[in-house]
Nanobody, 125 residues
Framework: QVQLVESGGGLVQAGGSLRLSCAAS????????MGWFRQAPVKEREFVAA????????IYSDSMSGRFTISRDDANDTVYLQMNSLKPEDTAVYFC??????????????????WGQGTQVTVSS
């Protein structure tokens, strides 16, 4: 059974940084694209970033490009999201997800077949 467990969320002041982690189990981690999404209160879940199975391709939401960095450690079956220059509007529950292929980098959540439970990130002004 595939499991994704996020960690690293918390409360941070605006301008600060956090690094989220997502530990995966139950499938050959390096064979699949991994993504991060977020959902703020009363808003739909939105795409943040994705990384290919090989780790050589990444994509980002335009609003987060340059501030967030996605990476993966296949030896430890973990994907990371480094978040810098955080803003209050980055406050949300952040989810990691595993896609069904290693090559396609979906921006739509329908492209992902397994999801973690999420970790809360709160940015104070």
């Amino acid at each position: 059974q595939v499991q994704l467990v996020e960690s690293g969320g918390g409360l941070v002041q605006a301008g600060g940084s956090l690094r989220l982690s997502c530990a995966a189990s139950g499938r050959t981690f390096s064979s699949y694209t991994m993504g991060w999404f977020r959902q703020a209160p009363v808003k739909e879940r939105e795409f943040v970033a994705a990384i290919s199975g090989s780790g050589d391709r990444t994509i980002y939401s335009d609003s987060m490009s340059g501030r967030f960095t996605i990476s993966r450690d296949d030896a430890n079956d973990t994907v990371y999201l480094q978040m810098n220059s955080l803003k209050p509007e980055d406050t949300a529950v952040y989810f990691c997800a595993s896609a069904a292929t290693p090559w396609v980098l979906p921006r739509n959540e329908k492209g992902y077949d397994y999801w973690g439970q999420g970790t809360q990130v709160t940015v104070s002004s």
